[in-house]
């Protein structure tokens, strides 16, 4: 079964740019959830979608969204970039919520100029 | 509201030696926690949770971790460290909704020869 997938890997932006990043949950997976990754303040909780619905959401502001497709496929958009967006964004997958294993892709390296 | 604590940020311990990782948490309702570990540029891979039932949770790797109610711990232990087992270790626990997971700061571990 393949795993979660990530694109791109990695990505450069400048200030200001917006960003989308995309992400494939393993197969029968209904659940996506975002998370931002960053020294400082570790491992944060974006949002979660299930069924094209998102169903929970993490303290971030509004420049950060999401949405999830009719296959589960999920992306994320940051508009209006900021220096302190750079991290790593993880998503994970999980047949129905986080009472499941939640299964990691290998994330998305953002930087920002 | 859940929370996870991580007590110390980095570990170092010699090959063959006892690994303890520990991890308290809060939670305002019976706890999901997860144990996960991170490889440099990778995303996050399931070492073990605990969901309810047996307290002592037997994972990949040779790793366990007990679930103590009464002292709100969920600490990771291993009998004998390997090299390969040098990476950076997150407890979690579920939140309230069941559709996020709440992480703790992290735990680096080092394995020495």
């Known amino acids: 079964k393949a795993g979660v997938t990530q694109t791109p890997r990695y990505l450069i932006k400048t200030r200001g740019q917006q960003v989308t990043l995309s992400c494939s949950p393993i197969?029968?997976?209904?659940?996506v959830s975002w998370y931002q990754q960053t020294p400082g303040q570790g491992l944060q909780f974006l949002f979660e979608?299930?069924?094209?619905?998102?169903?929970n959401k993490g303290n971030f502001p509004g420049r950060f969204s999401g949405r999830q497709f009719s296959n589960s496929r999920s992306e994320m958009n940051v508009s209006t970039l900021e220096l302190g967006d750079s991290a790593l964004y993880l998503c994970?997958?999980?047949?129905?919520?986080?009472?499941?294993?939640?299964?990691f892709g290998p994330g998305t390296r953002l930087t920002v100029l | 509201a859940q929370s996870v604590t991580q007590l110390g940020s980095h570990v170092s311990v010699s090959e063959g030696a006892l690994v303890l990782l520990r991890c308290n948490y809060s939670?305002?309702?019976?706890?999901?926690l997860f144990w996960y570990v991170q490889y440099p540029n990778q995303g996050l891979q399931l070492l073990l949770k605990?969901?309810?039932?047996?307290?002592l949770v037997k994972g990949i790797n040779g790793f366990e971790a007990e679930f103590k109610k009464s002292e709100t711990s969920f600490h990771l232990t291993k009998p004998s460290a390997h090299m390969s087992d040098a990476a950076e270790y997150f407890c979690?626990?579920?939140?309230?909704?069941?559709?996020?997971?709440?992480f703790g700061k992290g735990t680096t571990l080092s394995v020495s020869s």
């Open positions: 979608y299930f069924s094209e619905t998102q169903r």
């Open positions: 939670s305002s309702v019976p706890p999901y």
């Open positions: 605990y969901t309810t039932g047996a307290t």
């Open positions: 994970a997958s999980s047949a129905y919520s986080s009472y499941n294993e939640q299964f």
């Open positions: 979690a626990v579920s939140d309230q909704a069941g559709t996020a997971l709440i």
């Open positions: 197969s029968g997976h209904r659940s």
